[in-house]
């Protein structure tokens, strides 16, 4: 989970591809696993009546944390996904159950200028219901994820996440991300909040394996 999404993401962002409509159709993820209480669940596209069911869905991971989400500021993003996400050439996914959205994860092109020659994409609102913690829905939404971000042509893949996600955090480096020891401190929610920086290589592993 991270928190970072909002206004304060401009300041990770340039454009390095053209918006592609075409590349938002991904195949949605079903699956059939043995426990039968996850039969009816899959991945897909985010649509716009699902906005308030996202909202609530992290306002209550944030309160967990004590944290308020801010839709005036670093949350506002949420309030249209279409125009936040898919129209500056990212994507968003939900993980739905029987009509009940139970995770999300979304990833945005960056656009802040750099001479780095690796192109690289954002992961963002990478959320999961408490009752689905520690079981595959986590990693599958991650993989619906990277596997968008390889289609597109990114190379790499970063993203901030509050400090205070330390589970999130040990998610993400069992997953292969690498936690880079930057941290920044934000102030546009309620309360100032720090963030850490991880970044993930989207290179196929057998070509990271030749390179090493």
């Keep these: ?67 308020t989400i801010c839709l005036d500021n670093c949350d506002s993003d949420l309030l249209d996904l279409e125009r936040n996400f898919q129209a500056v050439g990212g994507s968003f996914w939900v993980l739905e159950e029987q009509g009940k959205i139970k995770g999300t994860v979304a990833v945005t092109p960056s656009h802040e200028p750099s001479a780095d020659p690796i192109i690289p994409c954002l992961l963002k609102r990478l959320y999961l219901h408490p009752s689905l913690r520690g079981g595959v829905w986590g990693r599958e939404l991650m993989q619906t994820a990277v596997e968008w971000a390889r289609q597109q042509g990114f190379q790499r893949m970063e993203f901030w996440s509050d400090s205070r996600f330390s589970r999130a955090h040990n998610f993400y480096q069992k997953f292969g991300c690498l936690m880079t020891g930057q941290s920044r401190v934000m102030h546009d929610s309620y309360e100032p909040y720090e963030e850490y920086h991880f970044r993930l290589d989207l290179a196929p592993v057998a070509r990271r394996q030749v390179a090493e």
């Design 1 to 67: 989970m991270h928190r970072s999404g909002g206004p304060q993401d401009r300041l990770l962002r340039f454009w390095l591809l053209k918006p592609t409509h075409r590349a938002h159709f991904f195949p949605l993820r079903q699956h059939r696993l043995d426990d039968p209480g996850q039969l009816n669940m899959r991945i897909r596209l985010a649509e716009r009546t699902d906005q308030p069911q996202i909202v609530r869905l992290i306002a209550d991971i944030f309160r967990e944390y004590g944290e």
